[in-house]
């Protein structure tokens, strides 16, 4: 009987204990609101793939955290809502590597031109080890890495001609990303490279301050540059990964429950956008021609020659990132097109 009664106390003691314990779990997720800036329109699959990081965490938190995205960039371009999470302004960012190489500097390595030639291969580099040690080097810029999504490779439109040879290229005034490989990149092509943020770049191409520009397909499109744009044509000369950012200051705060929710959440919301990125860019060559732009691809000779003038820049920044790092993106690279 004394043992029994040992027993039952022992039964109820512990399952006080787990009672607490569920009690101090659930207590580890605070009501939060979190500003997510990212620079493109919703319909864009990043912005899509916000939204669903959204739901995500939502529903892991029981609708504590609430996340709320501000696409078009309205609360700051890129650069500036970087810089607004690492003051812990706003809670969460999305900002290109070329854009975030002004932290972390070896992010750069994803600007060399022609270095990809697959999505498949840019998934296997920023899914890699190496893709992660990237990410953390942002904890020595009050930024936290969460994880990857992506701009997808980078093609030119312009009002002026089709492109079909790298001496078209000459003399066209060409918006690119404010990083210092694309400026040299277009340079090394012949055009007048003019850097400028994002949101401008709408008005520069319709009062023709510049003749075109370099983005996605898919940003092309959401940005309604088919509008205002009649010449569409596949360079690929940069495929473009992005990192998704907290600010540290907000990320310090969180319990350890919170910031798991936070990374789970940006790894499934990373493969729903990759699946819907690559579904809609079957799809947006012909809904671009339809809209009236007129396409056109580079053929492989010519794809060569542009590689050839660009070697320079690609060896200029090599040097400069170091070339063990450059090595084990290629090999990684070397890796999966064996696999494939």
Not at 170 to 179: D, F, M, S, Y
Request: charged fraction near 25%.
């Amino acid at each position: 009987m004394k043992h029994s009664t040992r027993t039952a106390i022992a039964c109820i003691l512990a399952a006080a204990g787990l009672l607490n314990l569920g009690q101090v779990q659930a207590s580890d997720i605070q009501n939060r609101k979190i500003k997510f800036s990212y620079p493109v329109a919703k319909d864009n699959p990043v912005g899509m793939a916000i939204d669903k990081f959204s739901q995500i965490v939502a529903k892991k938190s029981d609708g504590k955290l609430k996340v709320t995205g501000y696409p078009n960039a309205q609360l700051g371009n890129e650069i500036q809502s970087m810089s607004s999470a690492q003051g812990g302004i706003i809670e969460m960012a999305i900002t290109s590597t070329a854009g975030a190489a002004g932290n972390v500097k070896e992010l750069a390595v994803f600007d060399l031109p022609f270095l990809f030639s697959s999505e498949k291969e840019a998934d296997a580099v920023v899914d890699s080890a190496l893709g992660q040690e990237l990410l953390d080097k942002f904890s020595d810029k009050q930024l936290i890495g969460l994880c990857y999504m992506d701009w997808g490779f980078r093609q030119v439109t312009n009002s002026k001609r089709p492109i079909a040879k790298l001496e078209d290229f000459a003399g066209l005034k060409i918006r690119t990303l404010q990083n210092r490989v694309y400026i040299d990149i277009f340079t090394a092509l012949g055009a007048t490279p003019l850097p400028l943020p994002y949101p401008e770049t709408y008005t520069a191409l319709e009062t023709k301050a510049i003749d075109g520009q370099e983005s996605s397909y898919l940003v092309t499109q959401s940005s309604s540059y088919q509008d205002i744009q009649k010449y569409l044509t596949e360079t690929q000369h940069v495929y473009l990964p992005a990192a998704v950012l907290v600010s540290k200051k907000f990320w310090d705060k969180l319990s350890s429950t919170e910031q798991q929710i936070l990374s789970s959440a940006c790894q499934e919301a990373k493969a729903y956008q990759r699946e819907v990125s690559r579904k809609m860019e079957q799809e947006v060559v012909d809904q671009l021609t339809k809209a009236g732009m007129q396409f056109n691809r580079i053929e492989p000779q010519e794809r060569q020659r542009m590689v050839e003038v660009t070697r320079p820049v690609f060896e200029k920044y090599k040097a400069e990132l170091g070339a063990e790092l450059v090595d084990r993106v290629q090999a990684i690279i070397d890796k999966t097109r064996q696999a494939n």
